[in-house]
C-alpha cells in the first residue's frame, strides 16, 4: 500500500529533551516536507527536502533540524525542544514538479507532539 | 507572497443537502495548483480534489466538485448529497510551480452535517 508513515503517532515530552520524529514514504517521491498545525494558523511548512542531500528551510524553521540521506526517508529532529513547539506535525511527499510529476501532496497520519 | 483565504470558519449543512465551502487565493504565479484537504477528529490529512491553474474544465471527484474562477481568484469546494462522515475540517491550499513545492494553506472550515 502507498503510503507515508510517522512514528511516533503521540509524543510527550520535556523542555530541552531531544527528540526525532520519524517520516517514511514508500512511493519512491523526490519531494518531501514537514509541516506544523496550530489552532486559527492553518499548516505550516517547517523543511522541505527536492531530493537526497537537499534540504531547506519553510516558512518556521527555527528549533528545527532536518536530514534526508535516503530517499525515503525524512526525520524531524527537535534538539531542544520547548513548549512553543507543542504542534501536529504532518510529513508529506510526492513527486516532483519539475521532475514532471503530479501536484499532490500525501501526508503521513500525523505526530501529537507536547513539550511540558 | 501566496495567499489562501477561507472566510467561514464554521457551517452547519442538513444531512443529503449540497454544501459549498469558499476559497479565495492571492498569487502573482500564472501556474499554480489548487487542492481540498479533509480533516477529521482523528486528525489525518485525507486529499480530496485538484485542479490546476491551466485546467480548462472544472474538478470533479465523486460527490466532490470544485468551482474554479479564475478571474475571480476562486476555488470553492462543492460537496453533494452531504453525508454524516462529511463533518470535518476543510483545507483549501496552493500549490507554487517552481522551486519549493510547498502547500500554502487556508484557516480551514469546520463543517458539521446535521441529521
Known amino acids: 500500500e502507498a503510503q507515508v508513515t510517522q512514528n511516533p503517532r503521540y509524543l510527550i515530552t520535556v523542555t530541552g529533551k531531544k527528540l526525532t520524529v520519524t517520516c517514511s514514504q514508500n512511493?519512491?517521491?523526490?519531494?518531501m516536507s514537514w509541516y506544523r498545525q496550530d489552532p486559527g494558523l492553518g499548516l505550516r511548512q517547517i523543511y522541505y527536502?527536492?531530493?537526497?542531500?537537499?534540504?531547506d528551510k519553510g516558512d518556521v524553521p527555527e528549533g528545527y533540524k532536518v536530514s534526508r540521506k535516503e530517499k525515503r526517508n525524512f526525520p524531524l529532529i527537535l534538539e531542544s525542544p520547548s513548549p512553543n513547539q507543542t504542534s501536529l506535525y504532518f510529513c508529506?511527499?510526492?513527486?516532483?514538479?519539475?521532475?514532471?510529476?503530479?501536484?499532490?501532496?500525501?501526508f503521513g497520519p500525523g505526530t501529537r507532539l507536547t513539550v511540558l | 507572497a501566496q495567499k489562501i483565504t477561507q472566510t467561514q470558519p464554521g457551517m452547519f449543512v442538513q444531512e443529503k443537502e449540497a454544501v459549498t465551502l469558499d476559497c479565495t487565493y492571492d498569487?502573482?504565479?500564472?501556474?499554480?495548483?489548487l487542492f481540498w484537504y479533509k480533516q477529521p477528529s482523528s486528525g489525518e490529512m485525507i486529499f480530496l480534489i485538484y485542479?490546476?491553474?491551466?485546467?480548462?474544465q472544472n474538478a470533479t471527484e465523486g460527490r466532490y466538485s470544485l468551482n474554479f474562477q479564475k478571474a475571480r481568484k476562486s476555488a470553492n469546494l462543492v460537496i453533494s448529497a452531504s453525508q454524516l462522515g462529511d463533518s470535518a475540517m476543510y483545507f483549501c491550499?496552493?500549490?507554487?510551480?517552481?522551486?519549493?513545492?510547498?502547500?500554502?494553506f487556508g484557516t480551514g472550515t469546520r463543517l458539521t452535517i446535521i441529521p
Open positions: 508529506a511527499s510526492s513527486l516532483s514538479r519539475l521532475a514532471g510529476g503530479t501536484d499532490t501532496q500525501y
Open positions: 512511493m519512491n517521491h523526490e519531494y
Open positions: 527536502s527536492m531530493n537526497v542531500e537537499a534540504t
Open positions: 498569487t502573482s504565479d500564472p501556474s499554480y495548483g
Open positions: 485542479q490546476g491553474s491551466y485546467d480548462q
Open positions: 491550499a496552493m500549490r507554487e510551480t517552481f522551486g519549493n513545492e510547498k502547500l500554502t
